[in-house]
């Protein structure tokens, strides 16, 4: 009975690695993990229809793949963990490559590349460097590189540490900060360049972080199959115009990874 | 399984918010049960302009989710310029002072509920009796009415008590870090989902159970003439006479 019972566990064990198998390099489905908080580049209609950059990639990258893709929504403090408990395949939520990251998750090839800025009332900043925001309050997206950066470069200040980018925006205008650290493209496009940015500058130079290493897909450590697909999908797209199409859609100037 | 430098790693950090989570639930169930006895005598009161106000209070507090109220606290006094340009602005920038008037206006309405309707269960006799010996309703209230609504209000009010300390999570969406922001911080982090969420679940139980064993000896103090007195016999009690 015994070894009748072992025999039956193995073979369902190999049964079930023999579907495992068959069915992951496939990569007929794949489940996307999306954050819907980061206009343009994500978000999320009253109606609940999800829109964006990081959206038309996703789907583009399906189309090209010809496969079968569910868009999941997940909020960004939750987004690696989720990833890694296998809610969903992958992340385009413009997450930007860094080492930090690189130990949890594998990224594809970078999709977009565009550097981060200080945003204020106009006026309030000469610059943005440590002295000149000595005391002032910071307001930046937590666990992120840009959350990263000001803490080990601007010790003297304060930070308030939102949990999503529009957020930051938010809390800048509300007055609870003096100075928000962001996406260049979320607070040009999203913030200044909307009635409730009036008023409001970019201060100092666009700061780049990561040496440039630009936003990618995450997915799971050691998923090389899909990460190869996706990284074919995104090389196709790119040269067959439909990147271009999709960023001329949210922006007028270049936004790709492999700009000069 | 469990990766426990992770855990011991974060233990400064779970402590920090362990005091933001204690101060956030002292503050804001003093100031609650504070205003709730004024309150709650006004709510029986046979005076409607009295007792309606209060009504209308509880009813539309009790009939929202506390998170909408701190998020109207919050988020939505912020986008009124008459309050942004004001004196009071100095307090609502602060997502301290926010959380603690959300909250306090919160636990201020059901606890009045639990007053008031441990005063309304008072025995008729007793406030015959009280007014049989000229008592004005000020000392009515005083020393007959309040002394034993309140001790009557203890198991209730302590279901109150522990149900606001849960509730207190709610101050980690307006960027305050209490144990809850710590567990999803350390689990964005660390990406370890047990170490993370099993740490604060421990705190929280402790926590609990505390303040359960608070009310326990205030009930055993409090309570003491409503419990069963099985040491005395009829026959005692006659020698004793």
Not at chain 1, 121 to 127: Q, S
Not at chain 2, 11 to 21: E, H, N, R
Not at chain 2, 79 to 86: D, G, K, L, M, P
Not at chain 2, 102 to 113: C, D, K, L, M, Q
């Amino acid at each position: 009975m015994k070894s009748l019972a072992r025999h039956l566990l193995c073979f369902a064990a190999a049964a079930i690695s023999v579907t495992a198998l068959a069915q992951a390099p496939e990569w007929k489905k794949i489940r996307i993990g999306v954050e819907g908080n980061y206009p343009p580049f994500s978000q999320i209609a009253p109606s609940g229809d999800l829109s964006g950059f990081d959206i038309d990639i996703a789907n583009a990258i399906c189309a090209q793949l010809k496969a079968e893709c569910t868009l999941v929504k997940q909020e960004w403090d939750g987004m690696i963990p989720a990833l890694n408990v296998k809610k969903f395949d992958a992340i385009v939520a413009s997450m930007t490559i860094s080492e930090e990251r690189k130990k949890a998750v594998d990224f594809s090839d970078p999709y977009y590349d565009v550097p981060s800025r200080w945003v204020a009332k106009a006026g309030a900043f000469k610059d943005a460097t440590p002295e000149s925001l000595k005391g002032k309050k910071i307001a930046v997206i937590r666990n992120s590189p840009r959350a990263k950066f000001v803490a080990d470069n601007y010790k003297g200040s304060e930070t308030l540490l939102v949990n999503k980018e529009t957020d930051v925006y938010m809390e800048l205008t509300a007055g609870r900060a003096d100075i928000g650290f962001g996406s260049s493209v979320v607070s040009g496009e999203a913030f200044l360049k909307k009635p409730e940015g009036k008023g409001y500058a970019q201060v100092g130079p666009a700061v780049n972080l990561g040496a440039g290493a630009g936003v990618g897909i995450a997915i799971r450590k050691g998923d090389d199959a899909l990460r190869d697909k996706i990284n074919s999908a995104l090389k196709a797209i790119m040269a067959n115009g439909t990147y271009k199409k999709l960023a001329d859609k949210y922006f007028d100037f270049d936004v790709s990874p492999n700009r000069k | 399984m469990i990766d426990w430098s992770v855990v011991v790693g974060s233990l400064p950090d779970f402590f920090a918010g362990l005091k933001v989570t204690l101060l956030l639930l002292a503050i804001s169930l003093a100031s609650g049960l504070l205003l709730s006895v004024p309150l709650a005598v006004a709510r029986v009161s046979p005076n409607p302009w009295l007792a309606k106000p209060v009504w209308l209070y509880t009813y539309v507090i009790r009939g929202t989710p506390l998170l909408v109220q701190l998020f109207i606290i919050y988020y939505g006094f912020a986008q009124i310029e008459f309050i942004r340009e004001s004196v009071a602005w100095n307090l609502f920038r602060e997502a301290w002072f926010c959380a603690w008037l959300a909250f306090a206006i919160n636990t201020t309405a059901y606890t009045t509920e639990i007053i008031a309707g441990a005063l309304r269960a008072t025995p008729h006799g007793e406030i015959e009796a009280a007014k049989s010996l000229g008592m004005s309703n000020f000392d009515l209230y005083r020393r007959i009415l309040l002394p034993s609504a309140l001790r009557r209000a203890l198991p209730q009010y302590s279901n109150e008590a522990v149900g606001m300390m849960h509730a207190t999570a709610i101050a980690s969406t307006v960027t305050l870090v209490d144990l809850t922001r710590v567990a999803r911080d350390v689990y964005a982090n660390h990406l370890a989902t047990v170490e993370a969420f099993g740490t604060v679940a421990v705190f929280y139980f402790v926590l609990t159970f505390s303040l359960i064993g608070i009310f326990r000896l205030a009930e055993r103090r409090w309570l003491k003439h409503l419990r069963p007195q099985t040491d005395v016999t009829p026959a005692d009690a006659v020698i004793a006479k």
